[in-house]
């Protein structure tokens, strides 16, 4: 039997009644904290990430899904958003709108990664992207913001780690003093990491290998190397961060895998797994990409993490068709498709039989799928004009006229 690629899954059902309810708490949570949705494609020139991402991430190094295609360019499937949100930002003008621009997406990011739980070839992720701002004001706002969407969802427990990482010039003196420190130890690095002394070590901290981890416990800091602005920067966001009674942990592991970092990183994780959302200030990004120099923050969520944490919640209870219409005769299914046709552009949900099923069928198909209410129509109902509509809850049945059956209910925004 063909089975879905590892690494991947499908979304259905209850499941999918809570990544509505995630969705949902997201638009209204975006709305209010004024970001507009972005749609970028699923694949791009493999140069953004390479270029975006950084050549010595595991992201670019290890989890890529590139391919030439039919033309002979190299295209990779997106691992993650913010390359291709800044890429839109430049190529789209959105540096002539009002400053700064918010945006928010949802969609599916792809990492050729060792699937475990919580960890997938396709994840989906929910994020911001602010860009044109340097003020610390805006990392306030994203780490509100994500925070809040933990909080609305019922998530409690949520830990925010932040860390400052400074700009260009506080990494030259801190990967001169990181160098020193991993210089010794060389030898005990995985291969990558060794090759990751010399061109960006500040990747060396975020190595997935355990054997590398016990090398850094004791690796320089980076708050330790700030230069005079970035420590007021993080100084100023701790402050707001404390006014908006947001909680935060300032946590010197804080690193960040993708190289577009510069100062504010930070990650939320809920218990002693892996992170469920990550972001940061990226002030290098749009520049490096061809734009003019832009100030940018973001974050990204992993929407099947955060859906594990509900798990343990009650999905949205499964809603049925306000009514079922069955039919006794070829001319009753005739007028119950014309009738469903009529409701559903009312905006109420009707279903009638689809599977040619004798009326005892009909009625039990309808008690399966949760209809809120019955009827069924034949020669005799559309002869005297009036059917039998029954109440599946309380057993009930009322004659009613056909002309007023759209009448008896609500549009389905009325419906709770
Ligand atoms: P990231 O930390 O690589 O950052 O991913 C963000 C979140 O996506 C992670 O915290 C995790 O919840 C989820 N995630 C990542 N990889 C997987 C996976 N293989 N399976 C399931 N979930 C996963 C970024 O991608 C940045 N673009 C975030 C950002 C936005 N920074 C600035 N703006």
Redesign the pocket.
């Known amino acids: 039997m063909l089975q879905a690629p590892k690494g991947t899954h499908d979304i259905y059902g209850g499941d999918m009644r809570l990544w509505r309810r995630v969705e949902d708490e997201i638009r209204a949570l975006t709305d209010v904290y004024g970001y507009g949705e972005i749609r970028t494609p699923l694949f791009e020139h493999t140069e953004l990430f390479l270029r975006g991402v950084g050549d010595t991430t595991d992201i670019v190094q290890k989890e890529m899904y590139t391919f030439l295609d039919k033309g002979g360019r190299s295209l990779s499937l997106r691992p993650?958003?913010?390359a291709s949100a800044a890429r839109a930002y430049i190529e789209r003008g959105m540096h002539n709108q009002p400053q700064p621009v918010k945006v928010f997406y949802i969609g599916p990011?792809f990492?050729y990664?060792k699937p475990q739980a919580?960890?997938?070839?396709q994840?989906y992720?929910f994020?911001v992207?602010v860009f044109g701002s340097y003020a610390p004001a805006v990392e306030a706002e994203v780490m509100s913001l994500g925070y809040r969407l933990f909080t609305g969802l019922g998530v409690r427990g949520v830990r925010l780690h932040v860390n400052s990482i400074g700009c260009v010039d506080c990494r030259v003196a801190f990967n001169g003093k990181l160098r020193d420190f991993l210089a010794q130890r060389l030898e005990s690095l995985c291969g990558l990491c060794a090759s990751r002394y010399e061109k960006n070590p500040l990747r060396v901290l975020d190595c997935k290998s355990p054997h590398c981890q016990a090398q850094i416990t004791e690796a320089p800091i980076t708050t330790q190397s700030l230069c005079g602005e970035c420590a007021a920067h993080f100084a100023t966001l701790q402050d707001l961060l404390t006014r908006l009674e947001i909680p935060f942990i300032v946590d010197p592991k804080i690193v960040?895998?993708?190289d577009y970092y510069t100062r504010t990183v930070f990650?939320f994780f809920h218990g002693d797994g892996?992170?469920?959302?990550?972001?940061?200030r990226?002030d290098g990004l749009v520049s490096q990409l061809g734009g003019t120099p832009t100030g940018a923050v973001?974050?990204?969520?992993?929407m099947?993490?955060l859906v594990l944490l509900l798990q343990a919640q009650a999905p949205p209870a499964h809603k049925g068709p306000e009514l079922f219409i069955g039919h006794a005769d070829p001319e009753g299914l005739a007028a119950a498709c014309t009738l469903a046709s009529e409701l559903r552009k009312a905006g109420i949900h009707a279903e009638y039989d689809l599977a040619q099923r004798s009326v005892k069928a009909q009625m039990k198909y309808a008690d399966k799928i949760k209809a809120r209410h019955t009827t069924i129509l034949g020669a005799t109902e559309l002869e005297k004009g009036a059917c039998i509509l029954k109440n599946m809850e309380s057993g009930e049945g009322v004659a009613v006229q056909l002309a007023d059956i759209k009448g008896r209910f609500g549009g389905l925004h009325n419906r709770v």
Request: charged share 30%; glycine share 30%.
């Open positions: 993650e958003l913010t990011c990492r990664e919580g960890r997938y070839r994840h992720q994020g992207e960040r895998g993708l990650e892996l992170a469920n959302g990550g972001g940061g990226y973001g974050f990204g969520v992993g099947e993490r």
